[in-house]
Structures are given as structure tokens and as C-alpha cells.
T-cell receptor
Framework: QKEVEQDPGPLSVPEGAIVSLNCTYS??????FMWYRQYSRKGPELLMY????GNKEDGRFTAQVDKSSKYISLFIRDSQPSDSATYLC???????????FGTGTRLTIIP | SQTIHQWPATLVQPVGSPLSLECTVE??????LYWYRQAAGRGLQLLFY??????ISSEVPQNLSASRPQDRQFILSSKKLLLSDSGFYLC???????????????FGPGTRLTVT
């Protein structure tokens, strides 16, 4: 079993829809949960991070962590064509520099 | 501000040929450096990790090697490429944004390697 599982997609939704991206994990030591966005042929960039359980909102993006279920989500409201990218979840333990990544979900927003 | 460079951007090499990919970081000193490979459907696979000059940790046994001859230079090499070495190679460095107990990784633009 992989430490982090992520549906690879691809996922296509119409512009303006709400998008839900998810990851599950098995390592209880993970405390920091991140979402990276990767445009085609580019390196990933950090989009959001959350410490422990709870929600965090940044504009149209909301990150949600449920440690009891070992489940994290990224919601995108009012999706735009510019949101088309691959989204990778990543996580790590306290003080640990190494990240464990999901496989990434390729998202396409259709105008 | 910090910048990370990788070259070349793309590379097509025959099986059995050598490989050298270079990564340099600007604007920070003594960074922790990483080499990842990204293959379709497999996410980011950590290949090597370095905490300082000459200090390399290998995460996955394979025909690749890494070296860190200078503080901000990280090189990925192979003596003989295999077809399975094809992929998107990413260099990254880690830092703490705002002094938080959280290490963010900053990625370079990547090198797309095709082994034919």
C-alpha cells in the first residue's frame, strides 16, 4: 500500500464548477499537508498548506484535512481555465524536510 | 529572492549513453537539495537528497548517481542510460517560509529526458 493515494484523473469540468480533489494517506505521523500546482512542462509550486486537522481558505481555494479519516481535500470554487493543471498533494511529519507526494490529479477546466 | 535553475530543458539520449543534468540555486546558502523523477502515473519519486557539499543520500537504488561539488550546485549523472530512465527530472531546495516549523520545497523548471 502506498503511503499517499491520489486519484490520477484526468478530471474535466466546465468553467465555474466546484472542483474537489482528494488524497488519502496511511502514516499517522503526517502533520503538514500541502497542495502543489503544476502547469504543463513546469515544476510544481506550493498552492496551500495546512497544519493538522481543519480548514484553510485562500480566495477560491479551500484545503481541508480530516486526520481521523486520514483524508485531505482541495476545493476550487468558480473554477477558471487558468486552474487547468496537475494538482499534487504532499505531506510530512513535524520537523521533517522530506515530503511524500501523491501521484497528482490532472485537471482541465473547459471554457 | 531565491532562484533555481536546471539545464538542459529537454534531452534526447540513446540507450547506453551517459547523462549529466545540472541544478544551481541562487539567493540562499547551504540549502538542502533534492532530485526527483516524475513519470506518468507515478508522481514524484525522490531520487537523491543532499544536506551539504559531498553529502548525498540515495533513496532509490538504480543506475543514477548524484554529486554536490559546490554549495549551490547539484548534479545528476548516469554512466549508461536505460529506457526506464526516461522522465521529467526536477531539482528542488527546501526552506522554511516565515520561520515556521514547516519545510517548503521549491522546484526548478525541470528537464524532460527521453531515452531512445
Amino acid at each position: 500500500q502506498k503511503e499517499v493515494e491520489q486519484d490520477p484523473g484526468p478530471l474535466s469540468v466546465p468553467e465555474g464548477a466546484i472542483v474537489s480533489l482528494n488524497c488519502t494517506y496511511s502514516n499517522s505521523a503526517f502533520q503538514y499537508f500541502m497542495w502543489y500546482r503544476q502547469y504543463s512542462r513546469k515544476g510544481p509550486e506550493l498552492l496551500m498548506y495546512t497544519y493538522s486537522s481543519g480548514n484553510k481558505e485562500d480566495g477560491r481555494f479551500t484545503a481541508q484535512v480530516d486526520k481521523s479519516s486520514k483524508y485531505i481535500s482541495l476545493f476550487i470554487r468558480d473554477s477558471q481555465p487558468s486552474d487547468s493543471a496537475t494538482y499534487l498533494c504532499a505531506m510530512t511529519g513535524l520537523g521533517n524536510e522530506k515530503l511524500t507526494f501523491g501521484t497528482g490529479t490532472r485537471l482541465t477546466i473547459i471554457p | 529572492s531565491q532562484t533555481i535553475h536546471q539545464w538542459p530543458a529537454t534531452l534526447v539520449q540513446p540507450v547506453g549513453s551517459p547523462l549529466s543534468l545540472e541544478c544551481t540555486v541562487e539567493g540562499t546558502s547551504n540549502p538542502n537539495l533534492y532530485w526527483y523523477r516524475q513519470a506518468a502515473g507515478r508522481g514524484l519519486q525522490l531520487l537523491f537528497y543532499s544536506v551539504g557539499i559531498g553529502q548525498i543520500s540515495s533513496e532509490v537504488p538504480q543506475n543514477l548517481s548524484a554529486s554536490r561539488p559546490q554549495d549551490r550546485q547539484f548534479i545528476l549523472s548516469s554512466k549508461k542510460l536505460l529506457l526506464s530512465d526516461s522522465g521529467f527530472y526536477l531539482c528542488a531546495w527546501s526552506g522554511r517560509p516565515g520561520g515556521l516549523d514547516f519545510w517548503e520545497q521549491y522546484f526548478g523548471p525541470g528537464t524532460r529526458l527521453t531515452v531512445t
